[in-house]
Structure formats: structure tokens, C-alpha cells
């Protein structure tokens, strides 16, 4: 089955404390992206990935770094989160170019105290 | 900077028709169109491009006006199964891939 899948669905952390969602998807496709989700805001992109080792600032990048060392895989670092980024998550996957749909994983809600 | 979508949100009775607008300040290649419903990943709908062109999905349309960087997507004796946030994401001209999404347009349909 296609999809995107995000790890973990749920997460509650320290100010501070280093943090990884992974991020996955079976469908070979070149561009990856993650996006934030708030009330009112909508869905904001905070980096993307046009294909393996290539990656670019979205628009909010400040407190995230990403890698893209596999082509499947596009993890969301936070160094040292803070309450702001408190926020739900989401990856997205889908072939290059500007026709194509994206596909979301289920999401990661990420609570900072 | 985000496309601009109107209304924020809208209350319809089951069987009455919603028209959702998107609009942006920069030139437009396409415009995405996405469903989500409560707790879940929004799902993709359609893609309008420059052109002018309209798609239809069921019941769901959309139409696209380059000239005005505006879309609009219509939906049509509402179903319940309608209801969730829609959010339209827009490909500038010139940059390849990058989908910018809207604030969403939150669309209840009640008996």
C-alpha cells in the first residue's frame, strides 16, 4: 500500500530536550516536505527535499534542521524545542514537478513544556 | 506568502451548494485542492492548471482564473461526507514543486 508514514503520532517533551519525527514513504518519489499545522494558520511548509541530499528552507525553517541521506526517508530535527513549536505535523511526499498530487502521513502531534 | 482563502468558515444544511475562493498575490502555475477531515491527513482533490480550466470531482468543482491568481471550488447538493477543512496550496510560476497551502476554509454540513 502507498503511504507516508510519521513516527511518533503523539509526543510530549521537555523544553530543550533533542527530538527526531521520522518520516517515510514506500511510493520512490523525489520531493519531500514538512509542514506545520495551527489554528487559523493553516498548513506552513518548513523545509523541503527535491531528492536525496537536496534540501531547502520553506517558509517558518527557524528552530527545525532536516536531512535527506535516503531517498524514502526525510526526518524533522528540533535541536532544542520550545513551546512555540508546539504544533501538529505533517510530511508530505510527491513526484517532482507542479501536476502531481502530495500525499500526507498521518500527522505527529507534538506537545513542548 | 500564504493564498488568502474565503470564507474561513461555513455552515451548510445537507443538500444546500458552498463555493470556497483561494486567491494570491503572485502569478500562478496551478492550484491544489485538499479535504481534511477532523484528526486525519488532508487528502488531495484536484489540480487546476493555467489555462482556465475547470476539473470536476462528483460533485466538487473547482475553476481556475490566472489572469486574477484566483480558484474557487464548488460544492454542490452538500453531503455530509463533506464536511472538514479545505485548503488550496498554489505553485507560483518559476518554482518548481513548492506548494504554499492557504489558512483552509472549515465547512460543516448538518442534517
Known amino acids: 500500500e502507498a503511504q507516508v508514514t510519521q513516527n511518533p503520532r503523539y509526543l510530549i517533551t521537555v523544553t530543550g530536550k533533542k527530538l527526531t519525527v521520522t518520516c517515510s514513504q514506500n511510493m520512490n518519489h523525489e520531493y519531500m516536505s514538512w509542514y506545520r499545522q495551527d489554528p487559523g494558520l493553516g498548513l506552513r511548509q518548513i523545509y523541503y527535499?527535491?531528492?536525496?541530499?537536496?534540501?531547502d528552507k520553506g517558509d517558518v525553517p527557524e528552530g527545525y534542521k532536516v536531512s535527506r541521506k535516503e531517498k524514502r526517508n526525510f526526518p524533522l530535527i528540533l535541536e532544542s524545542p520550545s513551546p512555540n513549536q508546539t504544533s501538529l505535523y505533517f510530511c508530505a511526499s510527491s513526484l517532482p514537478g507542479k501536476v502531481t498530487e502530495a500525499f500526507f502521513g498521518q500527522g505527529t502531534r507534538l506537545t513542548v513544556v | 506568502q500564504q493564498p488568502v482563502q474565503s470564507p474561513q468558515a461555513v455552515i451548510l444544511r445537507e443538500g444546500e451548494d458552498a463555493v470556497i475562493n483561494c486567491s494570491s498575490s503572485k502569478a500562478l502555475y496551478s492550484v491544489h485542492w485538499y479535504r481534511q477531515k477532523h484528526g486525519e491527513a488532508p487528502v488531495f482533490l484536484m489540480i487546476l492548471l493555467k489555462g482556465g480550466e475547470q476539473k470536476g470531482h462528483d460533485k466538487i468543482s473547482a475553476s481556475f482564473n490566472e489572469k486574477k491568481q484566483q480558484s474557487s471550488l464548488y460544492l454542490t447538493a452538500s453531503q455530509l461526507s463533506y464536511s472538514g477543512t479545505y485548503f488550496c496550496g498554489t505553485q507560483p510560476t518559476g518554482t518548481a514543486s513548492k506548494l504554499t497551502f492557504g489558512t483552509g476554509t472549515r465547512l460543516q454540513v448538518t442534517l
Open positions: 527535499s527535491m531528492n536525496v541530499e537536496v534540501t
